[in-house]
């Protein structure tokens, strides 16, 4: 409900305890359920915390937090201690010797039933640091790769810790007992190996709090369909989601499109463009729903797509990001190379994989070792390659699987394939940046569908909006849980079996993103005039990348802090905005979205006043022309609102006067030399003044001292070069 919120139907329904597993399947779903590699690969984490007596778990406890424990207390398996029954009261006696425990000591209790309002909760096992103050442990199977965790799944085990908590809190006398301060421990990199960071839960207990208060527990259950349902990008994770999105589509309701478009426009589909809202994505998705079919974002392509891409698409096992399953890549649609593990729990096995798709991945990238002169403004002479490569997949989540993780897996047996990757992961976070493609990523910013953005991510489902029919199979990189335990389980160890498994749904994801590709290069054939510039940046960037290899001083890519970190951030901020200015600039239906707003102006010249001065306060006379626009539309900018010609950007002018029908604008830059009247607009002629200037640069200037999120400089030189970005590319 957290991941929800503000969804009277699922509210309203767990309130009255409905099981939504068991109703979304009487409704016509599927069961999903988990794989069983994620299963297993749960029981060997927690079988090697149970080792030596959570030993491991106990120094971890004693590191974060400070409390040195004494010997685990446990209940045996199934959260019941050896020769007790199989009562509840044997269950609850187990829990209520904890909380009474005010010796520091680490308790670990098996599945429980913890009193909530209209009922009763039933949690998994429960770890607990008993003492003055009770700390909640939170044990999870995802990675902690690089002192970074998945932050979709820490969000998400935050509310599950903060719900446990809501409940140990009703069995204590004194609620402060139970701290907010839990621990959460994760397998280290890519081994068993247990790790813990502290996270503290408060703001999520409070919104527990918040909404229990604001519920009716228990009571007569609704009819499923007559609480009214809340769509958000959390509803993908809901079992209802199907039925919820069927019922709204056929009422026509706008609610389908999440609530970033319902807190804009409300009601039907139909009401909702009677009176388009001021905001072209919102109006884009309307369309894009009303008509079942997506709608045009841009008029030009903005990214770069070359001839001969590396396309790669792959699986690995469920909860074992290193445990590569199968790849299959190549540079044209026909000359696709499919590597299989047949038992990927082996290292050997996928090391063997991992090396040969390392080995091609170096040939392709050398196939651009080719450089030309460029004479730089103080006329000296250097090189820049002629062309960079370029890595597509079908999604993100397949981009960051290959480029971080992948490239930290591969960091002590192929350097050169995972600097490489590296590289390609140190361009996939920057704006405007073509080096690591995601498909999902390109159809999206140049086309508006009908769904929410959470569906978006599936590439199969985004192609259905644009009129391409492909197979309904996981892109990758986790298969489907119901395959995995249906036909992937029991072929694994066989490596005709895994091959013939793994051929068919990498095989359908591999020709949808060069089906994808096809249709962005046919149906968006101009290009916008900013991608050649925003390419050979890529190209700069690779050119040092390959300087660096040459040098030996190419670097794995880490968690930057220190002057990393602030120049990284710098960069990011500096390409977000350089990206929204260059689209609008090159795209007029991406401008249109500024006149919607009220952020840019257009109309007509209907005057203009080249002759026009002012008096400095020195008494010089300053020529400032005069520009009188008529325009259709009011424009609802105060006055002295800075604007820029779209046309041509270095002239700007200020809102001198608004009138009915038109607007007076004053210039002050970019015209106010006789010798430059010229780049003033003509009497008749059609313009646009945009809130997009020149574009600024932006100097990688240090302050005095770094603000304290961004910790210390490094001490190891390397870490500069860990995340290559344009501020040191020898551009």
């Excluded at 913890?114 to 199977?141: C, F, K, N, Q, Y």
Aim: hydrophobic share 40%; aromatic share 6%; net charge negative.
């Amino acid at each position: 409900m957290l991941a929800t919120p503000g969804c009277e139907r699922r509210s309203r329904l767990v309130a009255t305890g409905v099981d939504l597993d068991s109703l979304a399947v009487s409704l016509g779903g599927e069961e999903t359920g988990q794989s069983p590699f994620a299963l297993a690969r749960s029981a060997q984490f927690q079988a090697r915390l149970k080792s030596q007596g959570y030993a491991e778990l106990r120094e971890l406890v004693a590191k974060h937090l400070g409390i040195e424990v004494a010997d685990p207390r446990s209940t045996g398996q199934g959260g019941r201690g050896r020769g007790q029954d199989d009562s509840a009261d044997a269950v609850a006696s187990d829990l209520a010797t904890c909380l009474a425990d005010r010796t520091p000591r680490l308790h670990i209790l098996g599945p429980q039933k913890l009193a909530w309002p209209g009922g009763e909760m039933e949690t998994d096992d429960l770890l607990i640091v008993s003492g003055e103050t009770l700390h909640l442990i939170g044990v999870r199977t995802y990675a902690m790769v690089g002192e970074v965790a998945d932050p979709a799944k820490v969000a998400a085990t935050s509310r599950e810790l903060a719900v446990e908590i809501v409940a140990l809190r009703s069995h204590l006398g004194d609620a402060a007992r139970c701290s907010t301060r839990t621990l959460l421990v994760l397998p280290k990199n890519f081994g068993l190996s247990p790790t813990a960071a502290v996270l503290d839960v408060a703001p999520q207990v409070a919104r527990v709090h918040a909404l229990s208060a604001g519920l009716e527990w228990g009571g007569e259950q609704p009819v499923w369909n007559e609480p009214a349902p809340k769509f958000g990008d959390g509803c993908p994770q809901c079992p209802l989601m199907g039925a919820c999105a069927g019922e709204l589509v056929e009422q026509r309701r706008v609610a389908r499109l999440g609530s970033a478009v319902a807190n804009v426009v409300g009601g039907t589909l139909d009401e909702a463009l009677l009176e388009p809202p001021p905001d072209l994505g919102v109006r884009q998705r309307l369309q894009a729903m009303r008509d079942g079919r997506s709608v045009r974002r841009t008029t030009r392509r903005h990214v770069h797509l070359p001839d001969r891409p590396l396309v790669v698409v792959g699986y690995h096992l469920a909860g074992e990001p290193a445990a590569v399953l199968a790849l299959h890549y190549g540079t044209s649609p026909e000359d696709g190379k499919l590597l299989v593990a047949a038992e990927p729990r082996d290292r050997e096995q996928r090391m063997a994989l991992l090396r040969e798709f390392a080995a091609d991945l170096c040939s392709y990238v050398e196939e651009f070792a080719a450089v030309e002169p460029v004479v730089r403004r103080d006329m000296t002479v250097v090189e820049c390659a002629v062309d960079a490569p370029q890595l597509i997949t079908p999604n993100g989540a397949t981009a960051q699987w290959l480029t971080d993780l992948l490239a930290r897996y591969l960091r002590g047996s192929e350097d050169l394939a995972a600097q490489h990757l590296s590289w390609f992961g140190s361009r996939r976070v920057l704006p405007g940046s073509s080096v690591t493609t995601a498909m999902t990523d390109v159809l999206t910013t140049h086309w508006a569908t009908g769904q929410l953005p959470a569906e978006d991510v599936h590439l199969p489902s985004l192609l259905s909006w644009l009129g391409v029919d492909v197979a309904d199979v996981p892109m990758g990189p986790i298969p489907d849980p119901r395959w995995d335990s249906g036909v992937l389980a029991s072929a694994l160890g066989a490596p005709g079996l895994v091959t013939a498994a793994v051929s068919g749904p990498l095989e359908t994801a591999w020709s949808a993103t060069w089906r994808a590709w096809d249709f962005v290069r046919a149906e968006l054939p101009e290009i916008g005039a900013h991608v050649a510039d925003r390419w050979e940046r890529d190209r700069w960037s690779y050119t040092r990348h390959r300087e660096r290899i040459a040098e030996g001083t190419a670097a794995i890519a880490s968690r930057l802090s220190g002057v990393p970190a602030f120049r990284f951030l710098h960069e990011l901020e500096t390409r977000t905005v350089a990206l929204e200015r260059q689209m609008a600039l090159d795209d007029p239906l991406v401008m249109t979205g500024y006149l919607i707003s009220g952020d840019a102006l257009s109309g007509t010249v209907s005057k203009v006043d080249r002759e026009h001065t002012l008096a400095s306060p020195t008494g010089r006379e300053l020529l400032r022309p005069r520009i009188w626009l008529h325009c259709d539309a009011e424009f609802g900018r105060p006055i002295g609102t800075q604007l820029w010609l779209a046309a041509d950007p270095r002239v700007m002018v200020t809102v001198a006067a608004v009138e009915p029908g038109g607007v007076e604008l004053l210039v002050q830059k970019g015209a106010v030399q006789r010798n430059a009247l010229g780049r003033l607009p003509q009497v008749g002629e059609e313009v646009v003044f945009a809130p997009f200037g020149g574009e600024d640069v932006f100097p990688s200037r240090l302050p005095e001292q770094l603000p304290w999120q961004f910790g210390i400089a490094s001490p190891d030189p390397a870490d500069a070069d860990s995340l290559q970005t344009d501020g040191d590319s020898g551009e």
